[in-house]
């Protein structure tokens, strides 16, 4: 598989913006744990973010592969700083999918533009990779829901303009996977509370807060979807934006690896540089296969994805082998860099940090296997 010349270009201006915008910024927002918002709006105005919204609600109309592979170069440049940007449109996948025609006239056309920010709330304190442990309640009161709750690791909880909130609307189902809804809340609405959660391992440039919701009147035209079909709408949105955290593992990677690889050839030792020894480059040859494996994983689901061929199964693998990936070279990077890279090094030490998240969120490795094993279960040999 080859990428088209329009794809190739998305590259290159994908990589020369974060070049040019953050990668000098990069250990100051990490130490800050913060990032400058006026960057992610600056991606905005030049077309990097949402652009798998299509035309008619204000995007560029282009695939899922496309904002994954922006989200790749992003990535590459730095996780923590790419995922403030990339995550400004999380959230939007759903209300594409599901919202009614009023609702994505209303809300897609702010997310590309930079006007608004989304985001979406689904783990909670109780409830992690098993959705069906969510107790936050929105109790309908007429022509509004009432919602009650706390959500946890919220991405752009702080930030969001709003908020996609995973909420149980029929307690009394028998079938846990039956009782949610998803409900778009405007995060100006009394009741909603975030609180910024510090120290985080990696991508401490991404907010990532505790929610706290109470009492909040939403208006009950705000739900996206269906009432109760809230489980299988986000079974279809991670089968999106799961491609996305692919690339992000990816992307950390082949970073990683350009930073090891320009370590080794500057540093002197046996007679010559780290770089001329055979076990310097077969490390190095692992490293580089790998991320091709993990990339074309990628590329693949996101293209089946894009042309109508959704295979949750490959699109799990992609997302758990970056994962995997990104855990093994960011630390074969480090390693390479010798002491300079536990202790002087900040760039590789951050993307050592940053690349274990990929294992984590929106489906932990585990919860991808588990994926795979199923459906592969379901296959008839
Ligand atoms: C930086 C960050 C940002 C995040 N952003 C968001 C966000 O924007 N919105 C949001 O809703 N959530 C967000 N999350 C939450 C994230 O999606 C969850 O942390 C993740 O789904 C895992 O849930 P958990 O932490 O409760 O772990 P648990 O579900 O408690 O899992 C703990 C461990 O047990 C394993 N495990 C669980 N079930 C099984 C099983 N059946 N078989 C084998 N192993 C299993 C898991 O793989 C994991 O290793 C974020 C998390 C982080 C750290």
Redesign the pocket.
Same mark, same amino acid.
């Given at each position: 598989m080859e990428l088209t010349s329009e794809q190739k270009d998305i590259v290159k201006a994908a990589r020369e913006f974060a070049e040019g915008e953050f990668k000098d910024r990069a250990k100051e927002f990490d130490e800050k744990e913060e990032f400058d918002l006026a960057i992610a709006k600056r991606a905005c105005e030049n077309g990097f973010v949402g652009t798998f919204i299509k035309e008619e609600y204000g995007g560029a109309g282009l695939g899922f592969l496309e904002h994954s592979l922006i989200t790749e170069q992003f990535w590459r440049v730095d996780p923590g700083c790419g995922q403030s940007v990339n995550?400004w449109s999380?959230g939007s996948e759903m209300v594409q999918a599901f919202g009614t025609e009023e609702q994505k006239k209303k809300y897609l056309p702010l997310i590309p533009t930079g006007e608004k920010m989304i985001?979406?709330?689904?783990?909670e304190p109780d409830?992690?990779?098993?959705v069906t442990m969510v107790k936050t309640r929105a109790e309908k009161k007429g022509d509004k829901y009432l919602i009650n709750g706390s %959500?946890?690791? $919220?991405?752009?909880g702080c930030l969001a303009d709003f908020m996609l909130i995973?909420a149980i609307t029929d307690p009394d189902e028998k079938d846990p996977h039956k009782r949610a809804s998803i409900i778009l809340a405007d995060t100006s609405t009394p009741g909603y509370e975030a609180t910024k959660i510090h120290g %985080?391992m990696g $991508?401490r440039a991404?907010n990532?807060a505790e929610l706290s919701l109470s009492n909040m009147e939403v208006p009950a035209e705000n739900l996206i979807g269906q009432e109760g079909r809230g489980f299988y709408q986000l079974m279809d949105f991670f089968n999106k934006t799961r491609n996305h955290v692919a690339a992000q593992g990816v992307g950390v990677s082949q970073g990683a690896l350009e930073m090891a690889i320009s370590h080794v050839k500057k540093r002197k030792a046996f007679g010559g540089t780290l770089s001329k020894l055979q076990g310097i480059q077969f490390k190095l040859a692992e490293m580089v296969t790998r991320i091709e494996a993990a990339r074309s994983l990628y590329w693949r689901s996101a293209w089946l994805l894009d042309h109508g061929k959704l295979d949750p199964a490959l699109i799990s693998m992609a997302k758990w082998y970056a994962g995997d990936t990104a855990v093994y070279v960011t630390n074969e990077a480090l390693q390479l860099h010798g002491g300079y890279g536990y202790i002087a090094e900040y760039d590789i030490q951050r993307f050592y940090r940053d690349a274990k998240?990929v294992e984590?969120?929106?489906?932990?490795?585990?919860?991808e296997k588990?994926v795979i094993g199923s459906e592969l279960l379901k296959r008839v040999f």
């Amino acid at each position: 598989m080859e990428l088209t010349s329009e794809q190739k270009d998305i590259v290159k201006a994908a990589r020369e913006f974060a070049e040019g915008e953050f990668k000098d910024r990069a250990k100051e927002f990490d130490e800050k744990e913060e990032f400058d918002l006026a960057i992610a709006k600056r991606a905005c105005e030049n077309g990097f973010v949402g652009t798998f919204i299509k035309e008619e609600y204000g995007g560029a109309g282009l695939g899922f592969l496309e904002h994954s592979l922006i989200t790749e170069q992003f990535w590459r440049v730095d996780p923590g700083c790419g995922q403030s940007v990339n995550s400004w449109s999380f959230g939007s996948e759903m209300v594409q999918a599901f919202g009614t025609e009023e609702q994505k006239k209303k809300y897609l056309p702010l997310i590309p533009t930079g006007e608004k920010m989304i985001a979406f709330a689904i783990t909670e304190p109780d409830a992690g990779s098993d959705v069906t442990m969510v107790k936050t309640r929105a109790e309908k009161k007429g022509d509004k829901y009432l919602i009650n709750g706390s %959500k946890m690791f $919220i991405t752009n909880g702080c930030l969001a303009d709003f908020m996609l909130i995973y909420a149980i609307t029929d307690p009394d189902e028998k079938d846990p996977h039956k009782r949610a809804s998803i409900i778009l809340a405007d995060t100006s609405t009394p009741g909603y509370e975030a609180t910024k959660i510090h120290g %985080k391992m990696g $991508i401490r440039a991404s907010n990532t807060a505790e929610l706290s919701l109470s009492n909040m009147e939403v208006p009950a035209e705000n739900l996206i979807g269906q009432e109760g079909r809230g489980f299988y709408q986000l079974m279809d949105f991670f089968n999106k934006t799961r491609n996305h955290v692919a690339a992000q593992g990816v992307g950390v990677s082949q970073g990683a690896l350009e930073m090891a690889i320009s370590h080794v050839k500057k540093r002197k030792a046996f007679g010559g540089t780290l770089s001329k020894l055979q076990g310097i480059q077969f490390k190095l040859a692992e490293m580089v296969t790998r991320i091709e494996a993990a990339r074309s994983l990628y590329w693949r689901s996101a293209w089946l994805l894009d042309h109508g061929k959704l295979d949750p199964a490959l699109i799990s693998m992609a997302k758990w082998y970056a994962g995997d990936t990104a855990v093994y070279v960011t630390n074969e990077a480090l390693q390479l860099h010798g002491g300079y890279g536990y202790i002087a090094e900040y760039d590789i030490q951050r993307f050592y940090r940053d690349a274990k998240i990929v294992e984590i969120y929106e489906g932990s490795r585990e919860v991808e296997k588990a994926v795979i094993g199923s459906e592969l279960l379901k296959r008839v040999f």
